[in-house]
């Protein structure tokens, strides 16, 4: 069974600071994505992550993929507090687009 | 491009009643829908995948006489919580996808499902 994992759960961090969130999967897949979800709303897609080595990055967001370590991450630059919500990883596994969610982080950006 | 709505937003029901929710892609056309459900402060958790014109296939643990999922055409599914209980209470949200196996899962909006 797929297990995605997700740290920290929470991060509180101030404006103007740096800081990674890290999404762990149990086995192999062939893409991953990120989404951000602001409370009482669906989802909104961020990246999708094809292959080893993938970086994608959009304004202070960068994401990236280790398939080998089956490891991705999310790096916040100069954070601000916009980006208050809670930030999920998705697997897919390959199976009719089946995705396979993380525990999920949320972030919390102070003033 | 790639829109999915869903209808209702926000339903509040009382218990022992049936609930339709509707999934729409507006401007594509779904192979795939899939419903998610999400509960306070939790991640998501797939409930079952319809592909147009044949059964829904179901997660381990979703009852499917409960949930009765239709997929009737290529832009259209429906949930329907079926006896709702507190329990149920639940955001519902549901993807599309193009293809089979390949594509991105768009989302729809969710649906607030409250049950009394």
């Known amino acids: 069974e797929l297990k995605v994992e997700q740290n920290p759960l929470f991060l509180s961090m101030q404006e103007g600071k740096n800081y990674t969130i890290y999404c762990n999967y149990s086995?192999?897949?062939?893409?991953l994505y990120w989404y951000r979800q602001d409370p009482g709303k669906s989802l909104e897609s961020l990246f999708v992550?094809?292959?080893?080595?993938a970086v994608k990055q959009e304004g202070r967001l960068m994401a990236s993929l280790d398939t080998k370590a089956r490891l991705s991450t999310l790096h916040i630059t100069a954070a601000v507090h916009d980006l208050s919500a809670t930030y999920f990883c998705?697997?897919?596994?390959?199976?009719?687009?089946?995705?396979?969610f993380g525990t999920g982080t949320r972030l919390q950006v102070t003033l | 491009g790639a829109v999915v709505s869903q209808h209702p937003s926000r339903v509040i029901c009382k218990s022992g009643t049936s609930v339709k929710i509707e999934c729409r892609s507006l401007?594509?056309?779904?192979?795939?829908m899939f419903w998610y459900r999400q509960f306070p402060k939790q991640s998501l958790m797939l409930m079952a995948t319809?592909?147009?014109?044949?059964?829904?296939?179901?997660e381990q643990g979703v009852e499917k006489d409960k949930f009765l999922i239709n997929h009737a055409s290529l832009t259209l599914s429906t949930l329907t919580v079926t006896s709702a209980h507190p329990e149920d209470s639940s955001f519902y949200i549901c993807?599309?996808?193009?293809?089979?196996?390949?594509?991105?899962?768009?989302f729809g909006p969710g649906t607030r499902l409250t049950v009394l």
């Open positions: 993807s599309a996808s193009r293809l089979a196996s390949t594509d991105t899962q768009y």
């Open positions: 086995t192999t897949s062939d893409r």
């Open positions: 992550l094809l292959s080893n080595g």
């Open positions: 998705a697997v897919n596994t390959g199976t009719a687009s089946k995705l396979t």
């Open positions: 401007d594509f056309q779904a192979t795939t």
């Open positions: 319809s592909n147009e014109g044949s059964k829904a296939t179901y």
